[in-house]
């Protein structure tokens, strides 16, 4: 179905597995905080609908769009914040959700940004943690749910020239084709 995709790299019930586990370690960090996530569009929102259905809390969800990428696999080194937070999440406790760290610009970024806003607590937590060597941020998000290797994943809302975020796993295609 998906010639393009030369390997697995993370299977669909691997993925279930570790938003499984994260749930269990966000449902007792959060039971008696006012939780509102925060999502980063488009890459989250595969990993946003699964993980909120495991959360049995009294949360809110909002999303943003920040951008770091051209069409590419590189970061250009710029963030710029397109859509903008509509709920007010001050004295509240923020998650910020993304689908990948990879330099931690993105997230270093948006968390400057949410920041301002003077949330009572603010982490992060993402579904991919890369073991990029040219990280330009000491930042670690505070969650996340697997650690994968230094190479361009697509797949579970990830993209590649804004295509392949529907498959239900974890993938690596060939080249810079795609
Ligand atoms: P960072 O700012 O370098 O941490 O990059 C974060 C953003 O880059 C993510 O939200 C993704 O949109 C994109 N990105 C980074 N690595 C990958 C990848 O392997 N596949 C797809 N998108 C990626
Ligand atoms: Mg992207």
Redesign the pocket.
């Known amino acids: 179905m998906f010639p393009e995709v030369d390997r697995v790299l993370v299977s669909e019930d691997e993925i279930a597995q570790a938003v499984d586990e994260l749930a269990v370690r966000l449902k007792k960090d959060y039971e008696e905080a006012d939780l509102v996530l925060v999502a980063v569009l488009n ?1 989250s929102i595969v990993f946003l609908a699964d993980l909120i259905r495991k959360l049995p809390l009294r949360l809110t969800f909002d999303v943003i769009a920040a951008s770091s ?1 051209g069409s590419g696999t590189t970061s250009s080194g710029r963030v710029n914040i397109l859509k903008e937070l509509s709920l007010d999440i001050e004295g509240r406790d923020v998650l910020l959700i993304d689908d990948i760290f990879d330099t931690g610009l993105t997230l270093s970024a948006v968390l400057v940004y949410l920041e301002k806003k003077k949330p009572r607590s603010l982490k992060s937590c993402v579904l991919l943690n890369k073991q990029n060597p040219d990280r330009k941020s000491d930042l670690q998000p505070d969650y996340w749910c697997l650690d994968i290797e230094n190479e361009f994943v697509v797949g579970y809302g ?2 590649y020239d804004s295509r392949y975020r529907n498959l239900p796993f974890l993938g690596v295609i060939s080249g810079e084709a795609g």
């Open positions: 890459g990428y990830l993209d």
